[in-house]
């Protein structure tokens, strides 16, 4: 996968960003329990973050996200180029501006699922190696069964379908199509260490786009490419080069010094209107989608979790994510 993405909204959308405290909360409670119970540190850290401007394109989507935070109560601060480069030092001269904020932690999200999924089979889980081909609601009283490529079926009281980019799989199950396209997205990882030292903070260029990402357990992240109509293909490319290096070397000439340790890609699930579709199914009773997050994955997982727990245990969410609810999916 190598998908591991920054917890920072790419939405506009008030119903959505809405929702961005409440799974930053809990990223932040699962930094402090999860670790104690797995023994496995998914590298939490609140990482500053400067949405750098080059010209007047960038400066006023800055802006835009600066005024958003504050009118949310959080803080954010604008900095003139040279204050910018005066708090971090890989900045370019060709800096003109920058938002600065300290809300938004990162994760390494490989160390998350793995961590997640141990604790789930501490409590009792159990992983099963598969490919999924169909539903069978023909069971009886109101079980599902999820049909499996060998033949087999396994039986439940409730199916959570969370296919991400294959969501679309489930279309002749469901009886009607989840609207989610897969978005080709490619990354650069860059070493750290010995002469190499890590960025202080996150640098996003906000004109073009290009973003440096340091982690805290994980090499700096360079990214990163959207490519739509590339079906499932996950091969590296040499475009992902062609797009990003220019990109972040306007942040920081330091990236001509760097070495690229590695590259991936992988599939981001891209939902029709911008929003993840969460919820009961449209049409059915113990069906539920948890699917079309786009980039956003890492940032809304822990509440889209919650959700769905509650919805399945309560019938209700103890947060209002009506913004995000499957019902929006058309029969």
Not at 16 to 36: D, I, R, V
Not at 74 to 94: F, H, I, N, Q, Y
């Amino acid at each position: 996968m190598g998908s591991e993405m920054w917890l920072c909204d790419r939405s506009n959308d008030p119903g959505l960003l809405a929702l961005s405290s409440a799974s930053l909360e809990l990223h932040a409670e699962l930094a402090e329990e999860l670790p104690a119970v797995t023994g496995i540190d998914h590298g939490y850290d609140m990482v500053p973050y400067l949405r750098c401007t080059f010209a007047e394109s960038g400066y006023n989507e800055a802006r835009k996200f600066m005024d958003d935070r504050v009118a949310d109560g959080l803080e954010a601060e604008w900095l003139t180029g040279e204050e910018a480069r005066s708090v971090c030092d890989w900045l370019s001269d060709e800096v003109e501006g920058a938002c600065l904020t300290s809300i938004e932690p990162s994760v390494d999200s490989r160390l998350l699922t793995k961590s997640v999924l141990k604790a789930a089979e501490m409590g009792g889980a159990r992983l099963v190696d598969g490919e999924v081909v169909g539903m069978d609601s023909r069971l009886r009283g109101n079980d599902v069964g999820v049909v499996l490529a060998d033949g087999s079926t396994i039986e439940a009281d409730v199916v959570v379908l969370a296919m991400g980019p294959w969501s679309k799989n489930a279309s002749g199950w469901l009886g009607y199509e989840i609207p989610v396209e897969p978005q080709k997205g490619e990354l650069l990882y860059m070493y750290t260490g010995g002469d190499h030292p890590k960025p202080p903070m996150t640098m996003h260029n906000m004109d073009d786009g290009g973003v440096i990402f340091p982690r805290r357990l994980s090499p700096t992240i360079l990214g990163a490419t959207k490519e739509d109509g590339k079906g499932y293909d996950r091969e590296p490319s040499e475009y992902a080069w062609e797009f990003i290096i220019p990109r972040v070397q306007r942040l920081s000439q330091r990236i001509d010094r760097s070495v690229v340790s590695h590259q991936t890609a992988c599939l981001r699930p891209m939902p029709l209107d911008g929003k993840p579709y969460v919820g009961l199914a449209p049409g059915w009773e113990n069906v539920y989608i948890a699917s079309g997050h786009w980039s956003e994955g890492v940032h809304y997982g822990p509440l889209t979790g919650k959700s769905i727990a509650e919805l399945i245990t309560d019938g209700e969410t103890s947060t209002d994510i009506s913004a995000i609810d499957a019902g929006r999916v058309e029969l």
